[in-house]
T-cell receptor, first 109, second 118 residues
Framework: GQQLNQSPQSMFIQEGEDVSMNCTSS?????WLWYKQDPGEGPVLLIA?????ELTSNGRLTAQFGITRKDSFLNISASIPSDVGIYFC?????????FGTGTLLAVQP | DGGITQSPKYLFRKEGQNVTLSCEQN?????MYWYRQDPGQGLRLIYY???????QKGDIAEGYSVSREKKESFPLTVTSAQKNPTAFYLC?????????????????FGSGTRLTVV
């Protein structure tokens, strides 16, 4: 089955650093979503993007819907230890979500 | 509060035994999904259902079975035919239509069941 390509696969950073990750696809999507999965829990929706070029913020998180509709980016500013987890992108096509391969984020205090 | 509940949180199974994982939602969602997650891996779709008494195979359905007798419930059975069943299993639900004039919807996930074969 199709999965979206996320990079980087993992990140190990110091508290206070900014983080950037992205998600790419060979085909276009109508909606991009970003989820965060805490260790041992299910993913929780962070941000949803509905239009090409859209830039949306949620606290320290900022996400963008790529102009080509084939990619999306997530930035986290001033990381804190509770940001640790796996971040998944997801693209909507028709009434299905296709998930990315995930980016593991570790934050050292 | 509406939500999606998976039980149990941890499950241990002996080799050769079938085991059933529970997933219940009170969000009035038509669609439900089962995913498997291995350490360091993404989400792989096992089965999904868009209506009661109907379900479709996902990418890794072999060794698994499901039923959808009620809208609220979508249990997953891991059979003895599943060669490597130890994993983290996630259930999700969503409206049938993910995009409406008033907004877009994603999937709502349960908190997962960790299955270990001993």
């Amino acid at each position: 089955g199709q999965q979206l390509n996320q990079s980087p696969q993992s990140m190990f950073i110091q508290e206070g650093e900014d983080v950037s990750m992205n998600c790419t696809s060979s085909s276009i999507f109508n909606t991009w979503l970003w989820y965060k999965q805490d260790p041992g829990e299910g993913p929780v929706l962070l941000i949803a993007l509905y239009k090409a070029g859209e830039l949306t913020s949620n606290g320290r998180l900022t996400a963008q819907f790529g102009i080509t509709r084939k990619d999306s980016f997530l930035n986290i500013s001033a990381s804190i230890p509770s940001d640790v987890g796996i971040y998944f992108c997801a693209g909507r096509r028709s009434n299905k979500l296709i998930f990315g391969t995930g980016t593991l984020l570790a934050v050292q205090p | 509060d509406g939500g999606i509940t998976q039980s149990p949180k941890y499950l241990f199974r002996k080799e050769g035994q079938n085991v059933t994982l529970s997933c219940e939602q009170n969000l009035n969602h038509d669609a439900m999904y089962w995913y498997r997650q291995d350490p360091g891996q993404g989400l792989r779709l096992i089965y999904y259902s868009q209506i009661v008494n109907d379900f479709q195979k996902g990418d890794i359905a072999e060794g698994y079975s499901v039923s959808r007798e009620k809208k609220e419930s979508f249990p997953l059975t891991v059979t003895s035919a599943q060669k490597n069943p130890t994993a983290f299993y996630l259930c999700a639900s969503s409206p049938l239509i993910l995009a409406t004039p008033t907004g877009n919807y994603g999937y709502t996930f349960g908190s997962g069941t960790r299955l270990t074969v001993v």
